[in-house]
């Protein structure tokens, strides 16, 4: 299929890679020049407009609500090279009542639009076994198909138009309080003595287990918080989260108190890090340091 695909960030360099050596003619556009020199293959647009020029699918994994807007309707934008028929499928993580903004306006111009925020972080973007979340009709998800196989192992369609990114926001919003309370029982852990190495075989063993687990504990016992998800995006999407609740009259104590420790860590310098350097302001606060085997 001929794809542009817009945002070479940590998650859509591997994605349009993929769809590179999956035989799809891609065109991609980032809004950082650089960062798309890495993709042989792939036709390099000077803009989001020619970047779409001609296509099939515009494919986005951006960085925040504002950015897919200005990507799609700003000047130079998506919309100028719009043709009846297009697929516009949007990979970032953003507010669902934008969402449907953004495809209402899209349908007015005959173009179809899917939600499919993923989830699996860098790995698994570049292995291309992102899982999906789409919102959008079935007919539409079942173009997208030889697509999301390029880049991932499931899809799960979650309804109409918006619920993919209403889907996300429940995810991560488990994933944030989750790493949260494996990050404290750390933290007070080592505090009373309690060796490391041995606690985490236990919760692995236990209820206690969890996917999140799992994938963090090795980086945590390493002190690796390179950004597999920095920081600053987990902290975007819990704000993005807190305002869906508002939007839908839903409280949510437990992210809000979550949300707190985010944005002293990101005071902290840590915007940039693995949102599990969360860690080490829990650390900072008990005057112990959580350390794994040399």
């Not at 539409?140 to 880049?151: C, G, K, N, V, W």
Request: proline letters at 4%; a negative charge.
């Amino acid at each position: 299929m001929r794809v542009a695909f817009l945002g070479m960030g940590i998650m859509g360099r591997p994605m349009a890679a993929n769809l590179v050596k999956a035989g799809h003619e891609v065109s991609i556009w980032n809004r950082t020049p650089g960062k798309d020199k890495d993709i042989d293959g792939a036709r390099t647009a000077s803009s989001p407009s020619d970047a779409a020029r001609g296509v099939e699918v515009v494919w986005m994994c951006l960085s925040d609500t504002k950015a897919v807007e200005n990507v799609l309707f700003g000047p130079s934008g998506v919309e100028e090279s719009l043709t009846e028929g297009m697929i516009i499928a949007d990979s970032s993580t953003i507010s669902p009542s934008a969402t449907l903004r953004f495809a209402a306006r899209a349908k007015r111009r005959g173009v179809h639009y899917v939600d499919s925020p993923v989830t699996g972080s860098k790995i698994a973007a570049e292995s291309g076994s992102l899982i999906f979340m789409a919102g959008g009709d079935e007919p539409i998800l079942s173009t997208l198909a030889p697509l999301f196989q390029s880049m991932g192992k499931q899809v799960f369609h979650m309804g109409d138009t918006g619920k993919g990114q209403a889907t996300k926001l429940a995810m991560n919003l488990q994933i944030a309080l989750i790493y949260e309370g494996f990050a404290e029982a750390l933290t007070l852990a080592t505090k009373l003595g309690v060796d490391i190495e041995r606690l985490i075989p236990l919760v692995q063993a236990s209820m206690v287990r969890s996917g999140v687990v799992d994938y963090k504990a090795p980086f945590v016992m390493k002190r690796d918080f390179s950004p597999n998800f920095p920081l600053r995006l987990m902290l975007k999407d819990i704000h993005l989260t807190l305002d869906a609740a508002k939007e839908a009259r839903v409280r949510l104590p437990g992210l809000e108190a979550v949300e707190e420790v985010y944005d002293l860590a990101a005071e902290e310098g840590h915007q940039d890090l693995d949102y599990a350097a969360t860690l080490t302001l829990l650390e900072k606060w008990a005057g112990v340091e959580v350390k794994g085997a040399a």
